[in-house]
């Protein structure tokens, strides 16, 4: 297990010799001590990622491509080794690890081909004698600070894309998750990525973020996290006028019409709830279900929901493993205490599931009756495995409370009605929707949020602007 950080080639710990620990959520017991860094550190990875970045970004899209793809086949061929480790420290079940795994290079994979395609433009000029040109060029040195939820693909997404346009880039990877992130940066240098050009620093997270802010030599940092730290990243980013993408929380409505495949309409909020213990930005955090199919989705629902296996990640056929730390818990606890204090019914779970031998850390897979907007649950992300049902009676009814939100990050519904389908996506002010789909996230489609859910695309032919300066040249002849 890799423990030490990556800066300009090389393994090292604090300057200060301090290290933190990594726990396992899901027992306590301590899996690693990995350098507790700060300004020091970040400024020595910030200047490894300028030395780097000329020889880098002067190299052809198809020499980083190629590397690129090195990287994603060598995390495929660790798929069980990263697995494992990402269920040690995030505690979600083995086989989300793998899938994570294997989504987390499909970024890398998509961003090794996409950036052969950074194409620019000749625009016709108003004079004879002028030609107008359009240049795509890499940022330059960037930076990326990621969550714990998902402690690979957060890093991919962004070190994918930023490395096939040209850019260099430092990592900071959550407190609860480093492992993952140094054992993809020990992937980057056997696949041959050269020195400085990615740096993965792990500590405090105050100082190394305001490091990157007030150092002029970064030119983009892109966040995945909490609107609240979001919102000092961009007060902090306005000294240098530092570009940001910023990938934040959500509070993701999902709607049943009455014309719904009521069962696809349950599999598809299994997993948009369910994945990770419900703490995903994506997840269903307000179940809206039309009146006359509201109790037999309810019943059908519950039974898909009683068939959950809770457990640690690691043993087979587990579902649903613990939630990250004391803080979520507890999170979730006051919650679902809250609804049912304004009326709300708990039709399954509730509590705590306390598993002899293990962390006080599981909670039940619950299900909540009656919900109405003024409860917590209806209006913060609960971040945990926990379903809000509201009944709704006609379809404008049903969009307008969808909407009625701050957050901007996902939705979801299902209807069989073709008109219905096209009308309902297009009002809901979120930047991904579920037409009919729980798990819309994928490699080639850009994902983000509008609103309180942040600004920037990360995927697709999008997040490729996300590292690239636009330059146009006048050319008189
Ligand atoms: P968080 O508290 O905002 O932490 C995210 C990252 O920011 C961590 O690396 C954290 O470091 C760092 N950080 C904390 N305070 C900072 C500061 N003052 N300056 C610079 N960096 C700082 O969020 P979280 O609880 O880990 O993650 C859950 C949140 O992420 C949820 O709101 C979820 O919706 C959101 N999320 C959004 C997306 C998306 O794509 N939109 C995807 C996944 C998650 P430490 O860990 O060292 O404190």
């Not at 609107?227 to 961009?234: D, S, W």
């Amino acid at each position: 297990m890799r423990t030490e950080n990556l800066i300009d080639g090389g393994w090292r710990g604090a300057d200060s010799g301090r290290m933190f620990e990594v726990t396992d959520p899901a027992t306590d017991q301590p899996l690693a001590s990995v350098p507790s860094c700060g300004t020091t550190e970040t400024r020595m990875a910030i200047e490894a990622a300028a030395r780097a970045l000329p020889g880098w970004r002067a190299r052809t899209a198809m020499d980083r491509g190629a590397i690129l793809r090195r990287l994603a086949e060598l995390m495929i061929g660790a798929q069980d080794r990263l697995a494992a480790l990402m269920t040690a420290e995030q505690g979600k079940p083995l086989a989300e690890s793998k899938g994570e795994i294997a989504y987390a290079a499909a970024f890398v994979d998509w961003a090794a081909e996409e950036g052969k395609r950074v194409y620019g433009e000749t625009v016709p000029a108003s004079h004879a004698d002028k030609r107008i040109l359009v240049l795509r060029q890499p940022v330059g040195v960037t930076a990326a600070i990621t969550p714990w939820n998902f402690p690979a693909a957060m890093i991919t997404r962004k070190l994918g894309p930023a490395l096939a346009a040209g850019c260099t880039m430092i990592v900071k990877p959550a407190e609860q998750t480093p492992l993952t992130a140094l054992a993809l940066a020990e992937l980057c240098v056997e696949a041959g990525v050269p020195p400085g050009v990615v740096n993965v620093i792990t500590g405090d997270a105050k100082a190394i973020g305001e490091e990157l802010l007030a150092n002029p030599t970064v030119r983009k940092l892109s966040f995945t996290g909490s609107t609240e730290v979001g919102r000092i990243l961009m007060r902090n980013a306005a000294q240098n006028l530092t570009r940001l993408s910023l990938e934040l929380g959500g509070h993701a409505p999902f709607l049943v019409f009455a014309d719904a495949d009521l069962d696809r309409a349950v599999q598809g909020l299994m997993a948009a709830k369910f994945r990770n213990m419900g703490q995903t930005c994506i997840c269903a955090n307000r179940v809206f279900v039309e009146a006359p199919v509201h109790d037999e989705f309810c019943a059908r629902l519950e039974e898909a929901v009683a068939g959950l296996r809770i457990g640690r990640g690691d043993e087979a056929g587990v579902q649903v493993g613990p939630l990250i730390d004391d803080d979520a818990i507890a999170k979730v606890e006051r919650h679902v205490a809250d609804a049912a204090a304004k009326g709300a019914v708990v039709r399954a779970g509730g509590a705590r599931a306390r598993i002899e031998g293990l962390a006080d850390r599981f909670y039940l897979p619950t299900i909540l009756a009656g919900c109405t907007a003024a409860m917590a649950v209806c209006r913060e992300e609960t971040f945990g495995p926990v379903v809000p049902l509201i009944r709704f009676d006609d379809e404008a009814d049903a969009i307008a409370r969808a909407n009625d939100s701050p957050f901007g990050l996902a939705a979801y519904f299902y209807t069989r009605d073709a008109s219905r389908l096209m009308r309902v996506a297009e009002a809901l002010e979120y930047g991904i929707v579920g037409a009919n789909d729980g798990a819309p996230s994928t490699a080639q489609a850009p994902f983000g949020g509008v609103k309180h859910s942040g600004f920037g695309r990360e995927g697709g032919r999008y997040v490729m602007h996300e590292y690239l300066d636009v330059k146009y040249v006048s050319w008189a002849l």
